[in-house]
């Protein structure tokens, strides 16, 4: 074989070894992703966890919690209001994080709306709306805000 058939052959071979190289690393990158997603998720439910053992494990917020939805923000003494208003920025803190990953691109739009229709549920028909307004909310993103508006309107 003349030298310029075996530098043919190399070129073809080498031209290969590339292709295959590239298909390995795309393959490496969508583990990669598979693996960031699934992290992704996890960190989102101890999330969700650590809120919901929190009103499990405190008896004085759960109390608080109960009689803001039955009775209404006026009752609460100024303990229960403090405690409350914990827990309120605990799981908007969650859930403003969602927002973001959503926008992001991080969160399928799937979930955001699951998101959306568990704090709908959560505060719809209660008092929560009061504890909205003012610094709190000028605390998150706006974007989030007026997510966070649309619930409470």
Request: proline share 1%; net charge negative.
């Amino acid at each position: 074989m003349n030298s310029k058939k075996l530098n043919d052959w190399l070129q073809v071979v080498g031209l290969f070894a590339v292709v295959l190289s590239l298909l390995f690393v795309g393959m490496q990158m969508r583990q990669d992703l598979v693996i960031a997603d699934a992290t992704l998720y996890q960190m989102r439910a101890n999330s969700a966890m650590s809120i919901s053992v929190m009103m499990i494990e405190n008896e004085e917020a759960r109390i608080a919690s109960r009689k803001l939805i039955r009775e209404g923000l006026d009752t609460l003494t100024d303990d229960e209001r403090a405690l409350f208003l914990f827990a309120f920025q605990s799981i908007l803190n969650h859930y403003e994080s969602s927002h973001y990953l959503y926008l992001q691109g991080l969160l399928s739009q799937e979930q955001w709306d699951s998101d959306i229709r568990q704090l709908h549920n959560l505060w719809r028909d209660s008092d929560v709306a009061k504890f909205w307004t003012g610094p709190i909310r000028e605390s998150y993103r706006e974007s989030f805000a007026m997510e966070v508006d649309r619930i409470f309107n």
